[in-house]
């Protein structure tokens, strides 16, 4: 079930993405009621698109079937129809688990690293990080506001705007990969309301106006050539940190024990003089981490499952 959307509101919005769906493909609503869907008149699927109507499984199904839909297509009308469970996390205390087996590596680790959740929220950050922010104590103010990525990279009193060269193209690489990564969540109140959340961050606006231009235009279901332009396994980064332009390549990985639901994300540099540079400047930061749920416990609390509905 839809977490905060009323039975009538969620009649509205499917009704909008069925007729969304069924103007992309150029057909008719009448071709489909009457050609596709064998339907002996229009009103029932006029009702539906009107938002008059909640379509039966079966009924939704047999839709989704003559409009050819994409998997992340089907699981969008399925959640709005209240078929399909919002995300929530496991327990907090199985996350801390292995968050804390996970810390000492990348506390360890002499660059950038950090572990976020599917919303692109941040759960840990290791020390090596203040170079991109300006030092340990801009990264502690930073992290007592349970940042996400896009805090991070499109809000410009960070100061990463003039760290990291080409930041456009990571901003939409990132917008991209939040896209992909939650493309069967895309019903969900998180990502359906993330824009509007952004606008109350108390971004500067241009640095929001700039963020929605960019999420409008990243489509990760439609356009192909978009897709190989702009994603890449391993994006690149090149970082202006005093005399001196660092290069890494970004490698991110899924925690397994959480079926896509946390990432852990490490810089490596591209080469051994950037590996040289940088650690020069990160060898006399403390070799620990930010435990982001201590420093921000109100933000880390809610949407967990409960232990016995295991």
């Given at each position: 079930m839809n977490g905060s959307l009323s039975e009538?509101?969620?009649?509205?919005?499917?009704?909008?993405?069925v007729r969304r769906f069924r103007e992309q493909r150029g057909l008719s609503l009448n071709h489909v009621a009457y050609d596709l869907l064998d339907l002996n008149g229009a009103g029932p699927l006029i009702a539906i698109e009107q938002g008059r109507r909640m379509p039966q499984l079966r009924t939704l199904r047999?839709?989704?079937?003559?409009?050819?839909?994409?998997?992340?297509?089907?699981?969008?009308?399925?959640?709005?129809?209240?078929?399909?469970?919002?995300?929530?996390?496991?327990?907090?205390?199985?996350?801390?688990?292995?968050?804390e087996q996970l810390e000492p590596e990348l506390a360890r680790h002499a660059y950038p690293a950090y572990v976020i959740d599917y919303k692109f929220r941040y759960w840990m950050v290791n020390s090596a990080a203040a170079v991109l922010v300006g030092g340990i104590d801009k990264l502690l103010r930073l992290a007592q506001s349970a940042p996400t990525v896009f805090d991070v990279i499109f809000d410009s009193r960070n100061g990463l705007k003039s760290v990291l060269r080409e930041i456009e193209r990571l901003q939409i690489e990132q917008i991209y990969r939040f896209k992909l990564y939650n493309q069967f969540r895309r019903f969900e109140d998180f990502y359906r309301n993330l824009v509007d959340n952004m606008r109350n961050r108390g971004w500067p606006q241009e640095d929001f106006v700039n963020f929605r231009l960019l999420w409008e235009r990243t489509d990760v279901l439609n356009d192909i050539a978009q897709q190989f332009e702009i994603y890449s396994v391993t994006p690149r980064v090149s970082v202006n940190i005093g005399q001196n332009v660092l290069r890494f390549y970004l490698f991110t990985?899924?925690?397994?024990?959480?079926?896509?639901?946390?990432?852990?994300?490490?810089?490596?540099?591209?080469?051994?003089?950037?590996?040289?540079?940088?650690?020069q400047l990160t060898y006399s930061l403390p070799k620990e981490c930010l435990r982001l749920w201590e420093i921000a416990p109100e933000d880390y609390t809610e949407e967990h499952q409960d232990p016995d509905d295991e």
């Amino acid at each position: 079930m839809n977490g905060s959307l009323s039975e009538e509101e969620r009649k509205v919005l499917l009704g909008a993405t069925v007729r969304r769906f069924r103007e992309q493909r150029g057909l008719s609503l009448n071709h489909v009621a009457y050609d596709l869907l064998d339907l002996n008149g229009a009103g029932p699927l006029i009702a539906i698109e009107q938002g008059r109507r909640m379509p039966q499984l079966r009924t939704l199904r047999k839709l989704m079937s003559v409009l050819k839909l994409t998997p992340a297509e089907i699981a969008e009308l399925e959640g709005l129809a209240g078929y399909r469970q919002e995300t929530r996390l496991p327990p907090l205390d199985q996350i801390l688990l292995v968050l804390e087996q996970l810390e000492p590596e990348l506390a360890r680790h002499a660059y950038p690293a950090y572990v976020i959740d599917y919303k692109f929220r941040y759960w840990m950050v290791n020390s090596a990080a203040a170079v991109l922010v300006g030092g340990i104590d801009k990264l502690l103010r930073l992290a007592q506001s349970a940042p996400t990525v896009f805090d991070v990279i499109f809000d410009s009193r960070n100061g990463l705007k003039s760290v990291l060269r080409e930041i456009e193209r990571l901003q939409i690489e990132q917008i991209y990969r939040f896209k992909l990564y939650n493309q069967f969540r895309r019903f969900e109140d998180f990502y359906r309301n993330l824009v509007d959340n952004m606008r109350n961050r108390g971004w500067p606006q241009e640095d929001f106006v700039n963020f929605r231009l960019l999420w409008e235009r990243t489509d990760v279901l439609n356009d192909i050539a978009q897709q190989f332009e702009i994603y890449s396994v391993t994006p690149r980064v090149s970082v202006n940190i005093g005399q001196n332009v660092l290069r890494f390549y970004l490698f991110t990985g899924d925690l397994p024990w959480f079926e896509r639901m946390l990432y852990v994300v490490m810089y490596h540099p591209e080469s051994d003089a950037d590996a040289h540079n940088a650690q020069q400047l990160t060898y006399s930061l403390p070799k620990e981490c930010l435990r982001l749920w201590e420093i921000a416990p109100e933000d880390y609390t809610e949407e967990h499952q409960d232990p016995d509905d295991e």
